[in-house]
C-alpha cells in the first residue's frame, strides 16, 4: 500500500497541481532554499580560490563576468528576495500574524520579489 | 436537476488488501447536476457490486464520503459531476492521501478518530466558542444563550491535502491540531498545549494552508494551527518572565 505517509513521498511537496497559493508558496520555498543553499556552496568554493594566491584569484573574477556568471548572479538575487520576502511572511503567520491574510500577502510580496528583481536586472545588465 | 445528459468515465482506484492499486474505467451517463457520490453509487448498484466506499447522509453532515476528485480532496456528496469535469470528461476517483487504504476507496482512519479524542473538544459549545472569531455569529436573540454543533465533521479532507503529513505518519495533522486548538479555547486545559506543542504538532505545520482550501466545513484549520502556535509562544514569553 503506497498512501500512508512516508517520508519517500517528499517528491510530492514539488508536484504543485491541483494545488493552491499557499503550496505554490510552499514550493517556491523549499526550491530557493536549495537554490541558495547551493550558491553558498559555490560561494566558498570561489573564496578558496583566495588562499591559491591573487593572480589565481584575480582570474577568477575575471571569468565572473561572463554573461552565464551573471544570469546566475541574478538567479541568486532572485531567490534571496523571494525566499527572504516569502520567510518574512511565513515567520509572521507562525507568531499568528495575518493568517487569514496569507494569500494575498504572499502574492503581494512576489510583487515587490518581482520588482526588485527587475531592479537588480536593470542595474546588473544595463547599468554604467 | 438538469434535463441534460453527459456520457463521462470514472476512472475509479480499485485496491484489495495488499494488492497494487489500479484504476477500473466505468462510462456512464449521467445528469451533470448529480453528484460525485450519485455516480460512484450507481457505479456500486449496477456494474460493480464488490466496489467498496463510505457515505452516509448524502448532506455533508457525516463526512464519510471524502475523497479526491480528479486530485482535489472533496466531499462527494456534494461535489456535483459539472463542478469537476465536463460532458465527454473523465472523473477520476481515488481514496484519501495519507491514510492506509483498507479497500478501494475507504481508508482506515482510526488513528485519526483516537487522536481527535484525545484533543478532548466538546462537540456542541456555546455559539460563541464554536464561531470562528472573525466569522459573523448569527444569533436569533443575543440576550439569549445558545449551543451548535462545532463544525468540524471529521471527514479528514484536510489531512489528505497536507504536505507535512504526506512525509510523516507521526504527525497529528490539521484537524487534530485544530480541534486541539478548539479544546483549549473552551477548556483553557494546559495539557492539550503541551500535547501540541512539538514537532509533531503545531510547529510541523509548513504553511502550505491546503487544509483550509479543502475543508467543506467552515473550520480554517491552518489559522487554528497558528492561533495555537501565537498561545504557546504567549505561555513561554510569560513563563520566561516568571509570569503563568
Same mark, same amino acid.
Request: proline residues 4%; glycine residues 8%; neutral net charge.
Given at each position: ?31 530557493? $532554499?536549495? !537554490? /541558495?543553499?547551493?550558491? @553558498?556552496?559555490?560561494?566558498?568554493? &570561489? %573564496?578558496?580560490?583566495?588562499?591559491? +594566491? *591573487? ?22 538575487? $532572485?531567490? !534571496? /528576495?523571494?525566499?527572504? @520576502?516569502?520567510?518574512?511572511?511565513? &515567520? %509572521?503567520?507562525?507568531?499568528?500574524? +495575518? *493568517? ?29 | ?244
Amino acid at each position: 500500500m503506497t498512501n500512508p505517509p512516508s517520508p519517500s513521498h517528499f517528491w510530492r511537496w514539488f508536484d504543485p497541481r491541483n494545488r493552491q497559493v499557499g503550496t505554490w508558496a510552499y514550493i517556491l520555498n523549499r526550491i530557493t $532554499a536549495l !537554490g /541558495l543553499t547551493l550558491y @553558498l556552496a559555490l560561494h566558498l568554493v &570561489a %573564496l578558496s580560490q583566495l588562499a591559491q +594566491g *591573487a593572480a589565481v584569484y584575480d582570474n577568477f573574477v575575471a571569468l565572473a563576468h561572463n554573461p552565464v556568471f551573471k544570469v546566475g548572479e541574478m538567479l541568486v538575487i $532572485a531567490a !534571496g /528576495l523571494i525566499h527572504g @520576502l516569502n520567510g518574512i511572511r511565513i &515567520a %509572521l503567520n507562525s507568531f499568528g500574524i +495575518g *493568517a487569514r491574510l496569507q494569500k494575498s500577502s504572499f502574492l503581494m510580496l512576489m510583487l515587490f520579489a518581482l520588482a526588485g528583481i527587475g531592479y537588480f536586472g536593470f542595474i546588473m545588465f544595463f547599468g554604467e | 436537476m438538469s434535463n441534460e445528459t453527459w456520457k463521462i468515465t470514472f476512472l475509479v482506484s480499485r485496491q484489495k488488501a495488499q494488492e497494487s492499486r489500479q484504476f477500473q474505467s466505468f462510462e456512464m451517463d449521467v445528469d451533470p447536476d448529480e453528484y460525485v457520490l450519485d455516480g460512484i453509487e450507481r457505479i456500486w448498484a449496477f456494474r460493480d457490486r464488490s466496489l467498496t466506499y463510505r457515505h452516509a447522509c448524502h448532506h455533508s453532515t457525516c463526512g464519510a464520503c471524502g475523497m479526491v476528485i480528479n486530485g482535489v480532496e472533496k466531499l462527494t456528496c456534494i461535489t456535483p459531476i459539472r463542478s469537476v469535469t465536463s460532458n465527454g470528461g473523465t472523473i477520476k476517483v481515488e481514496p484519501l492521501r495519507n491514510f492506509p487504504v483498507t479497500s478501494d476507496l475507504v481508508v482506515d482512519m482510526r488513528q485519526f478518530y483516537t487522536h481527535l479524542e484525545e484533543a478532548r473538544f466538546g462537540q456542541v459549545a456555546p455559539v460563541e466558542e464554536a464561531c470562528l472569531p472573525f466569522e459573523k455569529q448569527q444569533i436569533a436573540d443575543p440576550s439569549s444563550t445558545y449551543e451548535r454543533l462545532v463544525d468540524c465533521i471529521e471527514c479528514g479532507l484536510c489531512i489528505s491535502a497536507c504536505p507535512s503529513a504526506l512525509t510523516s505518519s507521526s504527525y497529528l495533522g490539521p484537524a487534530i491540531l485544530a480541534a486541539a486548538q478548539q479544546g483549549y479555547m473552551q477548556s483553557k486545559d494546559l495539557q492539550l498545549t503541551h500535547w501540541v506543542d512539538s514537532h509533531d504538532g503545531v510547529w510541523g505545520c509548513h504553511s502550505a494552508f491546503e487544509c483550509s482550501e479543502v475543508c467543506p466545513s467552515n473550520v480554517e484549520p491552518g489559522w487554528r494551527i497558528m492561533d495555537m502556535r501565537k498561545i504557546i509562544i504567549a505561555r513561554r514569553v510569560r513563563s520566561f518572565f516568571g509570569r503563568t
